[in-house]
């Protein structure tokens, strides 16, 4: 059976929370891959609106293992509360399967993060400040602190030991701010340990014996495509890759197993944080598209910017992750506009392009080249078809995928479970 990656296709906030929901009733397993909690998901269902950060989304489903991959670096203290704030709404958490293989961050993590941040002033990147990017950099340096290290007291020492001898001399002497006790975060972070106990597992095995007995295995990237490490518009990017190969390293599960890879994208395009954004509306439209869009942080409340959508984008992230299927969301919010303008192509040094600059100084001073399309009034949330969109949403729609690169399976016309048009089966 396959296993089918799930991953925003633009800057992230796509909506990849209410897909996930979405197909949590056809799949057995739902894999956070990568990321920590500078990330979120909005799922609602009924009347209920649930915020996610670590957990992934299929936590919500009764008949779903939501597992968390060894390519999530978990903050302790953030996961367990999110653990008990959705036990006191009755959602039961007990299915949860935490890799061991997964790292931590630390308090010094958070703090380098949100000093450093500081520092940058204008060049600042735009993080959230929770220790994502610090911890992925020890990862890589070899100094991180697992998951698997909190039942082992001697070797947790010694790795807070080595890692505070050189943050604390960071932190004193070129922040010029108070170094943390080494004995502190060992007392905090072994009080996790048998709380933490009965959710750890080798995952990656869990995963790939589910699949031999014909499972069905989500795996649900954070962020977005063009946040990505690698593929992203560096250095403005997250410390991780959302994109479909960041799915087979975060969760253990090779690529030869994956057998769909749906991307998420809007009907329009938001971005958080810092840099390039050809398409970013800085008047009426974009403050209209914020509003009743209500695009704010799900982690961190901030505006997020909007812009129109970004046709090069879409085909950049088809290209990048193989992407079989989109899944269009708040085609809902762009109801009321007389037109609606796309990008198709820039116009960089006065020459027209129809993908992404391999220049990054290119795709700062990218001008879009628009299309504009008429635009509807009626009211489209109860559409459940597109025969039952008015003539203009489904031009609209039928136009995206004509220039995105990959065919549209679905569409949201509404933040609701129930609200959305399924075009093809994203599953089977």
Same mark, same amino acid.
């Given at each position: 059976?396959?296993?089918?990656?799930?991953?925003?296709?633009?800057?992230? $906030?796509?909506?990849?929370?209410?897909?996930?929901?979405?197909?949590?009733?056809?799949?057995?397993?739902?894999?956070?891959?990568?990321?920590? /909690?500078?990330?979120?998901?909005?799922?609602?269902?009924?009347?209920?609106?649930?915020?996610? %950060?670590?957990?992934?989304?299929?936590?919500?489903?009764?008949?779903?293992?939501?597992?968390?991959?060894?390519?999530?670096?978990?903050?302790?203290?953030?996961?367990?509360?999110?653990?008990?704030?959705?036990?006191?709404?009755?959602?039961?958490?007990?299915?949860?399967?935490?890799?061991? /293989?997964?790292?931590?961050?630390?308090?010094?993590?958070?703090?380098? +993060?949100?000093?450093?941040?500081?520092?940058?002033?204008?060049?600042?990147?735009?993080?959230?400040?929770?220790?994502?990017?610090?911890?992925?950099?020890?990862?890589? /340096?070899?100094?991180?602190?697992?998951?698997? $290290?909190?039942?082992?007291?001697?070797?947790?020492?010694?790795?807070?030991?080595?890692?505070?001898?050189?943050?604390?001399?960071?932190?004193?002497?070129?922040? /010029?701010?108070?170094?943390?006790?080494?004995?502190?975060?060992?007392?905090?972070?072994?009080?996790?340990?048998?709380?933490?106990?009965?959710?750890? @597992?080798?995952?990656?095995?869990?995963?790939?014996?589910?699949?031999?007995?014909? *499972?069905?295995?989500?795996?649900?990237?954070?962020?977005?495509?063009?946040?990505?490490?690698?593929?992203?518009?560096?250095?403005?990017?997250?410390?991780?890759?959302?994109?479909?190969?960041?799915?087979?390293?975060?969760?253990?599960?090779?690529?030869?197993?994956?057998?769909?890879?749906?991307?998420?994208?809007?009907?329009? =395009? =938001?971005?958080?944080?810092?840099?390039?954004?050809?398409?970013?509306?800085?008047? $009426?439209?974009?403050?209209?598209?914020?509003?009743?869009? %209500?695009?704010?942080?799900?982690?961190?409340?901030?505006?997020?910017?909007?812009?129109?959508?970004?046709?090069?984008?879409?085909?950049?992230?088809?290209?990048?992750?193989?992407?079989? +299927?989109?899944?269009?969301? *708040?085609?809902?919010?762009?109801?009321?506009?007389?037109?609606?303008?796309?990008?198709?192509?820039?116009?960089?040094?006065?020459?027209?392009?129809?993908?992404?600059?391999?220049?990054? =100084?290119?795709?700062?001073?990218?001008?879009?080249?628009?299309?504009?399309?008429?635009?509807?009034?009626?009211?489209?949330?109860?559409?459940?078809?597109?025969?039952?969109?008015?003539?203009?949403?489904? @031009?609209?729609?039928?136009?995206?995928?004509?220039?995105?690169?990959?065919?549209?399976?679905?569409?949201?016309?509404?933040?609701?479970?129930?609200?959305?048009?399924?075009?093809?089966?994203?599953?089977?």
């Amino acid at each position: 059976m396959p296993a089918i990656v799930l991953l925003g296709a633009q800057w992230g $906030d796509e909506g990849k929370g209410k897909a996930t929901d979405l197909l949590s009733g056809s799949v057995d397993y739902v894999v956070r891959y990568q990321g920590g /909690n500078n990330a979120g998901h909005t799922v609602v269902i009924g009347d209920q609106k649930y915020a996610l %950060h670590l957990l992934p989304s299929g936590i919500l489903s009764p008949n779903v293992v939501p597992v968390i991959g060894n390519g999530v670096v978990i903050d302790p203290a953030v996961l367990l509360e999110e653990i008990e704030g959705l036990r006191l709404r009755g959602i039961d958490t007990s299915k949860l399967v935490i890799s061991a /293989n997964a790292h931590l961050i630390t308090p010094y993590h958070r703090a380098i +993060d949100k000093i450093s941040e500081r520092f940058l002033g204008k060049a600042k990147i735009g993080t959230t400040g929770r220790g994502i990017g610090p911890a992925y950099a020890d990862k890589i /340096n070899r100094i991180g602190i697992r998951v698997q $290290d909190l039942f082992d007291p001697h070797i947790l020492q010694q790795k807070v030991e080595s890692a505070l001898g050189d943050k604390n001399q960071i932190l004193v002497k070129v922040f /010029n701010r108070k170094g943390i006790e080494v004995e502190a975060v060992i007392e905090e972070y072994l009080g996790y340990a048998e709380i933490l106990r009965p959710f750890i @597992a080798d995952t990656s095995l869990l995963l790939n014996n589910a699949l031999d007995l014909g *499972k069905v295995v989500l795996l649900e990237g954070s962020q977005g495509t063009l946040l990505d490490v690698d593929h992203g518009t560096y250095p403005f990017v997250t410390s991780s890759n959302p994109t479909a190969g960041g799915a087979c390293a975060g969760s253990g599960i090779g690529p030869t197993r994956v057998t769909r890879v749906i991307g998420i994208v809007k009907a329009y =395009t =938001t971005r958080v944080g810092s840099g390039p954004f050809p398409t970013e509306l800085l008047d $009426d439209d974009g403050e209209k598209l914020r509003m009743i869009g %209500h695009e704010y942080g799900v982690t961190t409340g901030r505006n997020r910017r909007c812009g129109w959508f970004d046709a090069p984008v879409a085909r950049y992230a088809t290209r990048i992750n193989g992407l079989t +299927d989109f899944f269009l969301t *708040k085609l809902d919010i762009l109801t009321g506009w007389k037109e609606i303008p796309v990008c198709v192509a820039y116009e960089v040094d006065g020459k027209r392009i129809e993908e992404l600059p391999t220049n990054q =100084t290119d795709f700062h001073h990218a001008k879009p080249i628009y299309e504009k399309l008429p635009g509807w009034s009626e009211d489209i949330s109860k559409a459940r078809s597109l025969d039952d969109l008015p003539k203009n949403a489904r @031009a609209y729609v039928e136009f995206l995928e004509k220039v995105s690169g990959a065919r549209i399976s679905a569409i949201g016309v509404g933040a609701g479970r129930e609200e959305t048009i399924a075009v093809r089966d994203l599953v089977s």
